[in-house]
Structure formats: C-alpha cells, structure tokens
C-alpha cells in the first residue's frame, strides 16, 4: 500500500510539476551558514531573505538571524515572504 501511494504521488508530480511551487515543506527552525554556498539571494528586505538552492531549485527563507524559517517551492515561498516582510 505505501508502495502504491509513493508511486502515485510520484506519477502525479511528474504529470504536474507546478504543484511544487505551491508546496511548503514542514520545518525546523534551523540555524544556516546564511547562504555562503549553493544559495542565492532571491529577495531582501529588512534582513529577512528569500533564497534559492543552486543544485535543488528549492526555496527557503531566512530571517535576519540567519535562521531559516521555511523553505518549499517558489510560490509558496514567495507569499509567505511577502506576508513576513511586507
């Protein structure tokens, strides 16, 4: 059966791949090296930043602290970072 499942959530994906920008993954508030590696500043403002993997093509957000406050597809970063900066 979760073989089934996996397979299916898979194949969904595959069919549909702008269902991850609408995802945001659970997260544990972490601290982070700030993005010194495989990271790019995506946007800024007032400390907090919207960041993107340079090998995944994930997304996450860090706080002024360099502590990282979620991360998931680009859509869902992207409304979330605008609710915590603007």
């Not at 002024?64 to 603007?86: C, D, H, Q, V, W």
Request: proline letters at 5%.
């Amino acid at each position: 059966m979760k073989k089934f499942l996996i397979e299916a959530a898979m194949t969904t994906l595959a069919a549909n791949p702008s269902i991850v920008d609408n995802i945001s993954m659970p997260n544990i508030n972490s601290p982070t090296l700030g993005g010194v590696c495989f990271w790019n500043d995506i946007y800024s403002v007032k400390g907090w930043r919207l960041q993107q993997n340079t090998i995944t093509q994930h997304y996450r957000i860090l706080d002024p602290n360099n502590i990282r406050r979620a991360y998931g597809g680009l859509t869902a970063m992207e409304k979330l970072f605008n609710r915590i900066s603007g």
